[in-house]
């Protein structure tokens, strides 16, 4: 139903090929689509440069898609983030993050990191990079995936791919090939690997065992003598040793009587049995023993007399006895026996004890794990052979598809690397088997709180107690870490499903299913969705009563049949004419696109939010002398470039400067010659914030994205390219603009000239033939002075016009969206700072300090104590709670009431801040005596934790929105309005209209994106594509900048399908978020074409002092005489005798747009508008998105008050608004409004 109605509706669904594949086709989704890919490249026909798009969180679509050996291959992920989630209201789709990663990207790192295998020599084989990834593939399976758990200590946040990294450099020339054959394992080679894989086994093992005697004697290589043990009452030493002891024995003999002698070092040389017994030693002659480092760096032991206590004479009976003692400790050292044994001997002892406590060990591992021993070695064997078998699966299902549908790990451990080996001669010969039913899977996998999800009938069989597989479904159960980190890397310690036990059991209940729920287990099969324009029927309704029919539905959907492998082989590899590297497609990044070199090191790389402790792959960048002097970077102005290395986009140089100068063309319309050059020199401020962005530019790329590109010397200043511009006469261009949001200055080192793949999107065109632009019967807007923004049809063509047949609404539309707009401004204002915090009797410091984020120290932690309503630094307010005009922050009263609860909660806090309001740290003993400081920190946390200031919506400072209530007030003056323009449409004939004054949908991004938007505009939503309906109107209840364009929140007048409802701010189903993009400012008419006629009538602006360069003097609006209005055009007939103020459009208006005031009188003009769309029969054909009849609430009092006022503000125009520049039509002087004739509001 979704597909066959987005197919039937929108335009970017018409071109593709829709494939569905259910639930009742088994298999998982993302190896369905690997299975397509598969088959299609096998094919003789198939682009070797098609583009992959991968939708999903699962770390193993890297691994599919590597393994595709497509380099033009993305993955799509939404951001995931952890820690506490806030319970604020959930963001519309369009307001959330996400990330696309490219695979040429990670295949371009992967190759610098075996790069060295590529050089003379390295191998014995010719060197395949493609044969690297399959290999890489295999080593990933062993730091887990979903089908196989990791083999013991090997985990990715401890370094384990890079081990892995090491060892295969290490082993491949050993192996005379690679190991991963297409799918298919060579054990042979798979051994040498796990040999020496097997090695961080032992490291780990020694990690545990470090402080062990007999280890350290193994590393010695000697019998462990360094435990000081009796033999028939005798201390047993070797020579060494008594070499040392003699050392220590002669240092504790001189030591002064009224003094103490340096300390005794001993060299770094001795061996580790030696130095445990000095260690010994020192702790019976009653010495201080520690470990120090030398000035070459290496550490040795250091000995020293402990202080000697004051001089007492009551002390001198307890000396004596500490000289006796120390005399006897001499004495039985002096007496030690001598035992020394052969390095041979010594180093057979202990690897023979080496060996005995390393099977211990992992004997220790088996036992805790799988509850039996290394002696049991049938176990071990089964366990080894299943492993391997598992490697050998999961490589056959990402390579060619499922081989066995039974076969499963049986494990929930792996076994010990040294121990995989065991399993090489495992059995490989998978059988195919029979997949699941839907209900058999879902059996198998769900626990039995989840039954509902099953048919009833089975649901005994998972909680009763009698239920033969009762015990699949336990409530308790054990979580084993592991080695991990997090709670949910655990293994999770159920039962695995006995296949035949299943399918036994729920083969007694199957005669119990209904005939529906029978057939929802059946099997399926892949269904495919094509556009066909000749298509009209009536597709029938998923859910009835709910869903309505699609009419004039054009879906058709047939079989769905994989690509043909008759006498064909899986192709695996890249496909001859693929394009890498500087050759990638547009959009598909390449370190290759500047020289440059790659090299492992610790770089203290910083991506999430802490510097990097492991080694990095660093990029530099070459031939930095060349790139990035300044007369290079001069030969760049005027000139489109490509900027964002690696991740290219075309910009246009329009300034480059170096510390000293800017450099920018005299003639911006002619090349880049010395003589077309003009410096500008630097002040102070200017070379200082230069040297600050040099350095910020450098910093990022070195610490963010691990690439040096040394000091920069020149800059470059770009305008980006935002998209292509229509002309009037048809031609599509490009145009290049400042975007806010996104950077324009650019280290000259790090720019790409030029391109080997354009952009297909933004190519410029030649205006096409009118016929072919416009078609007969094809949609568009109308743009003219009257029914601005009005849906039209393409009746004909006539000497190079259009005629159109546009449809229009009688019955005019008021302005309720900023009457309702405004009346919400005055009803919730915000205050200065400066007035809350004399309303509050605090110091203005101490309310910035409280509103944003406020630092104590306590316990060693900084705790953040602030209200967190203001993010001066990133640019951010809180909604309904704080905002930033000119005058600075301003403050709600919902924000002053949670300051003034602060306050009253915490008055010590608050009193001993107001003492210091210019300080800069705080200590929780500044604000409370010490015993109870702490705790009084907590207190306080808890109670901001309480009122949930965290979970407050943060939102750019630019970013407006309007409170539910507000939005339902919009609502119903909608509904109102439609009530009475229902039967009000008619179609209207228009010839000879030019083709800059129609818009097609599919320009609407080109031509729309400089369009400014207030809260209250009405609009009208002009694409054929995305989930709201083409020709919907709506109003305006929110705006949001992100860096690519800016997001509108719009609450519609009729409800829709894919509809939200804004967070809870509106009706269900009324609400949606776009981008300006995709509709047209209705209030604001920015895109208005205009007759030549109309155009000379207009008398252009005259440039005065205040109006050249933005103007000056004091603030708001300034005013002067200005030129009578021009003659009213087809306003109505009661407008005649009004006295309204009408529309200027010659204002000399500073500080806002003359068009955009807010006026109190009635309002001017009605601009036509509907809210249907008689072409798709939007409301006609879904009765069940009809509005309910509103007829008999009356309408906001707003609309229909009486207003004689004369209007304040800056009026919106329109025909004769408030105080303010046109919109529309040009009503003489009166109080604003469409008046009658005694100059009351109609």
């Known amino acids: ?53 991968l939708y999903g969180l699962d770390a193993d679509l890297i691994m599919l898609g590597l393994l595709s050996h497509d380099p033009h291959f993305c993955l799509l992920r939404e951001e995931v983030t952890f820690g506490r989630q806030s319970k604020a209201k959930s963001k519309e789709l369009e307001h959330q993050n996400f990330y696309l990663m490219h695979l040429c990207i990670v295949r371009e790192y992967l190759e610098l990191e075996f790069q060295e295998l590529k050089e003379p020599g390295a191998l014995g084989f010719a060197f395949d990079m493609e044969r690297v990834i399959d290999d890489f593939i295999l080593m990933a399976f062993f730091v887990g995936n979903d089908f196989l758990p990791n083999l013991p200590h090997l985990h990715i946040n401890e370094g384990a791919l890079a081990l892995m990294f090491g060892v295969y450099k290490k082993i491949l020339p050993l192996a005379k090939g690679y190991i991963n054959e297409g799918g298919v394992i060579n054990l042979d080679r798979l051994s040498i690997l796990l040999d020496e894989l097997s090695h961080v086994e032992f490291r780990h093992f020694e990690a545990e065992n ?174 080894t052979e299943n492993y ?186 890249l496909v001859e004419g693929v394009k890498l590297g500087e050759d990638a497609l547009a959009g598909f990044p390449s370190l290759r696109t500047l020289p440059t070199t790659g090299t492992l090191g610790f770089h203290g790389v910083n991506v999430f939010q802490q510097e990097s402790r492991n080694e990095s792959m660093v990029v ?83 610490k963010r994205l691990g690439v040096i590109i040394s000091d920069v010397e020149a800059m470059v200043h770009v305008e980006m390219l935002v998209g292509l511009r229509k002309t009037d006469e048809g031609a599509t261009v490009k145009e290049y603009a400042a975007v806010e949001g996104l950077e324009a200055d650019y280290a000259a080192q790090a720019i790409v000239d030029e391109v080997v793949s354009e952009d297909q999107r933004f190519l410029e065109k030649a205006a096409l033939p009118l016929e072919e632009e416009f078609p007969l019967n094809s949609r568009a807007f109308f743009l003219g002075d009257f029914n601005y923004g009005r849906p039209a049809l393409v009746d004909g063509h006539e000497n190079g016009k259009v005629n159109i047949r546009v449809n229009t609404v009688k019955v005019r539309e008021p302005d309720f969206g900023h009457q309702i707009a405004h009346q919400a401004e005055r009803q919730f204002p915000y205050k200065p700072a400066f007035a809350v915090a004399k309303e509050l009797n605090l110091h203005p410091l101490v309310l910035s300090k409280l509103t944003a984020s406020f630092r104590v120290n306590s316990s060693g932690l900084q705790l953040n104590l602030g209200l967190n309503l203001k993010f001066e630094a990133r640019k951010m307010k809180v909604l309904g709670y704080s905002r930033k005009s000119e005058r600075g922050w301003e403050y709600s009263q919902k924000a002053i009431d949670l300051i003034a609860t602060y306050m009253t909660k915490f008055p010590e806090f608050v009193a001993r801040i107001q003492a210091n309001p210019s300080g800069d740290v705080f200590n929780d003993t500044d604000f409370y005596p010490a015993d109870i400081a702490k705790e009084k920190m907590k207190e306080i946390g808890a109670w901001l934790k309480s009122v949930e200031t965290k979970s407050l919506e943060r939102v750019p400072l630019d970013a407006e929105q309007m409170n539910s209530d507000t939005v339902m007030a919009l609502e119903r003056a909608a509904e109102h309005y439609l009530s009475l323009s229902a039967n009000q449409i008619e179609d209207k004939i228009m010839n000879g209209v030019p083709r800059h004054a129609l818009l097609k949908p599919s320009d609407a991004e080109q031509r729309l994106g400089g369009q400014r938007f207030a809260l209250g505009d009405r609009i009208v939503y002009v694409q054929d594509s995305g989930r709201v309906p083409i020709a919907s109107r709506g109003t305006v209840v929110g705006i949001t900048k992100t860096p690519r364009t800016t997001m509108l929140d719009v609450v519609f007048d009729y409800s829709f399908m894919s509809g939200t409802s804004l967070g809870d701010r509106c009706s269900p189903f009324r609400g949606s978020t776009v981008p300006v993009t995709s509709v047209l400012n209705l209030s604001d008419r920015q895109c208005i074409a205009e007759s030549k006629a109309a155009a000379q009538k207009r008398q252009p602006p005259k440039q005065t002092p205040l109006t050249v360069n933005g103007g000056y003097g004091p603030p708001q609006e300034q005013w002067r005489p200005a030129n009578a209005p021009p003659p009213l055009r087809g306003s109505f007939s ?40 008689p072409m798709e029969n939007v409301v006609r054909n879904n009765l069940a998105f009809r509005p309910q009849n509103m007829s008999a609430v009356p309408p906001p009092a707003i609309l229909n008050n009486d207003y004689r006022g004369r209007g304040r503000g800056r009026g919106r125009g329109g025909e004769g608004r408030g105080r303010g520049g046109p919109r529309g039509g040009h009503a003489p002087r009166g109080r604003g409004g469409a008046v009658n004739g005694t100059g009351h509001s109609s």
């Open 1 to 53: 139903y979704f597909i066959a109605k987005k197919v039937s509706e929108d335009i970017d669904w018409q071109g593709p090929e829709i494939v569905l594949s259910g639930h009742e086709v088994p298999g998982e989704g993302e190896h369905k689509i690997m299975e397509y890919i598969r088959k299609a490249k096998s094919q003789p026909d198939y682009d070797p440069n098609v583009r992959h798009c």
């Open 210 to 383: 470090a402080d062990a005697s007999w280890f350290k004697g193994k590393q010695t290589g000697r019998e462990d003598v360094m435990v000081r043990t009796k033999n028939k009452g005798k201390v047993v030493m070797t020579s060494s040793q008594k070499e040392v002891y003699a050392r220590v024995r002669q240092y504790v003999n001189s030591r002064p009587a009224d003094s103490e002698p340096a300390p005794l070092d001993l060299p770094a040389s001795l061996p580790a049995r030696d130095r445990k017994f000095v260690e010994d030693l020192a702790d019976s002659l009653h010495l201080q023993w520690k470990s120090v480092v030398d000035d070459q760096g290496e550490r040795h032991l250091q000995l020293s007399f402990f202080p000697r206590p004051p001089s007492d004479d009551s002390d001198d009976e307890e000396d004596e006895e500490a000289q006796t003692a120390l005399l006897r400790v001499v004495k039985r050292y002096d007496n030690a026996e001598i035992v020394d044994v052969s390095a041979e001997e010594a180093q057979e002892q202990m690897t023979k004890k080496y060996d005995e406590k390393f099977a211990q060990w992992k004997d220790t591992y088996y036992k805790s794990k799988f509850e039996w021993g290394t002696e049991n070695e049938e176990e071990l064997r089964k366990l």
């Open 388 to 573: 391997v078998q598992g490697l050998q699966w999961v490589l056959y299902y990402y390579y060619q598809g499922v081989v066995s549908w039974p076969w499963y790990y049986g494990y929930h451990y792996s076994p010990m690397i040294s121990d995989v080996k065991k399993g090489l001669k495992a059995n490989m010969d998978f059988k195919l088997g029979q997949p699941f039913r839907p209900y058999q899977q879902l059996m198998g996998v769900l626990p039995d709180r989840s039954k509902t999800i099953v048919p009833d009938v089975y649901h005994p069989l998972m909680t009763s107690p009698d239920s033969p597989i009762i015990d699949f479904y336990p409530r308790d159960f054990d979580l084993d870490m592991n080695g991990k980190k997090m709670e949910w890397e655990a293994v999770v310690k159920i039962p695995f499903i006995d296949e035949q036990r299943l399918l036994s059991a729920m083969a007694t209940r199957d005669h119990l299913l209904t005939d529906a729920q029978r057939a929802r287990n059946e099997f399926g099969v892949s269904l495919k969705f094509t556009y066909a324009a000749e298509m009209n029927y009536t597709y029938p309704s998923s859910l009835p009563g709910v869903f309505p029919d699609i009419p004039n539905c054009k879906c058709v959907e047939n079989i769905f049949e994989l690509p043909t492998m008759e006498g064909l082989d899986v192709y695996i590899g």
């Open 620 to 702: 530099t960048l070459m031939n930095v002398e060349e790139t990035s002097s300044i007369e290079h970077a001069k030969l760049k102005l005027g000139k489109a470039i490509h900027v964002g290395y690696p991740f290219l986009h075309e910009a246009k140089v329009v300034k480059v400067s170096d510390e000293l100068f800017d450099y920018v063309l005299t003639n911006p319309n002619a090349e880049a010659t010395p003589n077309n050059i003009e410096a500008i020199p630097h002040g102070a401020p200017e070379i200082s914030n230069w040297k600050k962005k040099a350095s910020r530019i450098e910093n990022v790329y070195s």
């Open 1134 to 1173: 009661g407008a005649m005798g009004g006295r309204g103020r009408g529309g200027h459009d010659n204002l000399p208006i500073r500080g806002g747009n003359p068009n955009r005031g807010r006026g109190r009188g009635g309002r001017g003009g009605y601009t036509i508008v509907d809210n249907s769309d």
